[in-house]
């Protein structure tokens, strides 16, 4: 059984100018122990598609699904309250600004003491002993008294560590990170995905990367699933996405890397592809 | 031929001002730096935040005195903490910026953000500063019906390209691009990366490209120099740099960057069938 699994999920919003539909019939399935990325351009609904799986979405959002299930669950017919017991506990995210996504107000301490207060019976003193486990497994040096600083006091590197730390606090089944390196240098990009991958196999969870960097796809990633405008052009293994693209959107943007050209031009497909081109071209 | 840049062990120092119970304190942002730029070719400028290449664009488009050192543009000595700057040396360099949805005014049109810098350092006529401005749209890939729209009304792209038409209309000599794509898509990022191709061809265009990205340095450089901690740490040709990197901290930053050839994939997941 999948872990999370989702069949024909669509997104509309109402603006101004009648409804706009951000995401458009996308399934995906994630099994325990397996790494998907979804990738995409700005605007391809890659965001969105999982914010509307997890129901973080406002009320102007309109979704619906053929299936929406988490671990066997429906995650569409399910109170509010039953919700907000999985996520958070079960399924956890990372967004893509960790200085941002953290409350300046209180100490790190807090924010992830907060998690363990809502979602575990533990007492205060079990709670801040597995805070600063969490730290340690994060890579946070002093744990004890980095507990005790603002998001303010910590490095942009640092903030997502703690981020990660929230997240697994109740030890995930699910793990969604969210762009969760492009606010980093390129250094510290590489020690968080690395701290990410080590994590995830040492928990066998579910981890979903939504990057549009094909370099942290190709870094991380068992399956893709390549989206554009809200829809899903193309999902494929890793090494066969890489190795032999089937639809015409992926070869563009693979060939548009400043990798594959050293000096002259690169190819700029995209530019000249069509939408109808591009939707037709989409390999399920 | 004398080089368009050149730097003579640049410095560039803050100072921050102490409290009644704090004694004030100085940065050294950029601790001597040398380097120079042949015309029609490319300087990469590589490092992480903080690294202090940001501040010197700042130096080298004029915005910020230098502290210690010389600069010398076209073969002339530049130094606006002692001397005013004249428009004349204002229109030889130019700078385009990280963020195209910043560096645009909101309440300003397409032609009027074009126009500016010549209103400001020349003496040209209106129905000419609007000729050339639209004659410039065409250059970077936009239309002559964009001059009296808004920034809000483009892509990121597009205001890139908006941006770089701004920083052309002066025709200057160098041209500070200070990450210009790494806020754009990597469809987007080929064509502004082509665009400025093109426009380096056609006018002979010397460039600083700062970046922190190695596979966008590594396409459009001719010369690389790594920063790291105010110092440059590296510099040399591409592929001198690329192929044969001496510092440490330069090694580090090749192997972090993520590769996307086949053979690397193939090797990961290896790894991890090994490890599971």
Redesign the interface.
Known sequence: MSLLEIKNLTVEFQTASGPFRAVDGVSLKVDE?EVLAIVG??GSGKSVSMLAAMGLLPWTAKVTADVLTFNGRDMQSMSDSDRRKIIGKDIAMIFQEPIASLNPCFTVGFQIEEVLRIHTDLSRKARRDRAIELFQSVGIPNPEERLGHFPHQMSGGQCQRVMIATALACNPKLLIADEPTTAL??????QI?DLLMKLQ?EHGMGLIIIT?????V??TA?RVIVQYKGRQIESAD??SL??SPKSVYTK???S????N????????I??KLTDTEIFAGAVR | MTPVLEAKNLKRDYHIPGGLFKPGKTVHAVKGVSFKVEQGKTLAIVGESGCGKSTLARMVTMIDPITEGEMLIDGGKVDIASEPLTSEMRSKVQIVFQNPYGSLNPRKKIGDILTEPLVINTKVPADERRDRAMAMLKKVGLEEKHYGRYPHMFSGGQRQRVAIARALMLNPRLLVLDEPVSALDLSVQAQVLNLLADLQDEFQLTYVFISHDLSVVRHIANDVMVMYFGEAVEYGSRDQVFEDPQHSYTKTLFAATPRVDVDAIRARIERRKRVA
Do not use: N, W, Y
């Open positions: 122990g351009e700005s240098d390129v250094t510290i990009q590489k995905l196999a549009h960097d094909m370099g942290v190709a870094e068992d890793v090494l890489f190795e563009a943007l693979l548009a890397l400043p990798e050209a050293v000096g002259g031009r690169l190819p700029t995209t530019e």
